[in-house]
């Protein structure tokens, strides 16, 4: 009979997607295993009505997922990276960090919207996006960049899975809203998108693209599910952007965007990691950019001293207003 692994993972059809994606993984590698999942609703997909920011806690996707791990009801928990907490509870570790998807953030405009565009007009931008419009985003990151490029815009909270949000697009009659490209991927909606955002105008959430897998550091299938599933340049760049967010101590409620990318060669043959962050003002008005380079033996290293610089230049300033009551 073969043994069981267990996957944890929320119910909404994004997160299922990503965990048979998982599941799928490790079944081809591990044929030996019947490899289960198990559906665990979270306080974030409970509490729909108020804005993550208000809502005050970092693991509002992940917590009842860490204490299924800790009781052995679940061997395996996937979550977006994004959702992650920089603090793991002890006897638990991300053991694998999948290859990224599409790391960036994309705008997808009301269907409304561009039927009103003039014929041949092309291509459609953020300077087609009427002036006062409202664009929803439950992110105080994506509201602050967008709110930099756009002051004039209405942002407006939105909450709900990929398909709730682009249901109330519509129904609430709203220019547009802000959504990760990987996650419209995963779901075979990148159609959607009406164009993405560049890195100069938006850096997308830390972790954004990848899938984080934890577990119990004791369970005996550890090594093999992190072979299994571990992407080394994406761990690395996680890595990164995770040791600045931890230094910065921020989460949901803070507008914080990070962007780290690994490239071959470098001295030993480690290579380097680039790593890009954004620190800003709830209106946009204000903002710390920073970028570093270093090889990437040490990518925590790198995170925490970019985190160190920006708050030298002003970020701790812009944090303690924002984490003023």
């Known amino acids: 009979m073969k043994d069981v692994i267990r996957i944890g993972s ?7 997607v990503q965990a048979e994606w998982v599941r799928d993984r490790v079944a081809e590698r591990h044929p030996d295993l019947r490899v289960e999942i198990e559906v665990i609703n979270t306080k974030g997909d409970k509490l729909l009505d108020a804005p993550l920011a208000k809502i ?6 992940t917590k009842e997922l860490e204490a299924a791990l800790l009781d052995r ?6 979550h977006s990276a994004k959702d992650m907490p920089t603090a793991i509870p002890e006897g638990l570790a991300i053991v694998a960090f999948t290859e990224r998807e599409d790391v ?34 439950s992110s105080l990151r994506r509201r602050s960049q967008l709110l930099a490029l756009r002051s ?37 909606r990148s159609e959607t998108a009406t164009f993405a955002f ?27 599910l992190a072979a299994a599933l571990d992407h080394r340049p994406t761990a690395l760049a996680v890595s990164a952007e995770r040791a600045l967010l931890g230094t910065l101590e921020g989460g949901c409620q803070v507008p914080i965007g990070a962007h780290a990318t690994w490239e071959a060669g470098g001295e030993w043959g480690t290579g380097t990691l680039a790593l890009a962050a954004y620190v800003g003002s709830l209106d946009g008005s204000r903002s710390v950019h920073g970028e570093r ?10 995170g925490v001293s970019l985190a160190a610089e920006l708050l030298e230049r002003g970020a701790d300033e812009i944090l303690g207003e924002i984490r003023t009551p």
């Open 198 to 224: 560049e890195f100069d105008q938006m850096l997308p959430a830390v972790g954004q693209g990848a899938l984080a897998i934890e577990a119990r550091m004791d369970h005996p299938r550890v090594k093999g």
């Open 10 to 16: 929320r119910g909404s059809r994004l997160a299922l």
């Open 293 to 302: 380079v270093r090889l990437a033996d040490d990518p925590e290293g790198l």
């Open 73 to 78: 009801r679940i061997d395996v928990a996937v």
């Open 152 to 188: 004039d815009l209405d942002v407006v909270d939105i909450r709900g899975n990929v398909e709730t949000r682009l249901r109330k697009l519509e129904e609430e009659d709203m220019a547009g809203t802000i959504l990760a490209a990987a996650g419209l991927a995963r779901l075979g």
């Open 104 to 137: 960036r953030d994309v705008f997808v405009a009301n269907p409304a919207l561009l039927e009103r565009r003039a014929p041949g007009t092309g291509t459609f931008s953020l300077d087609d996006v009427p002036r006062s419009a409202r664009v929803g985003s």
């Open 56 to 61: 005050g806690d970092k693991g509002l996707f």
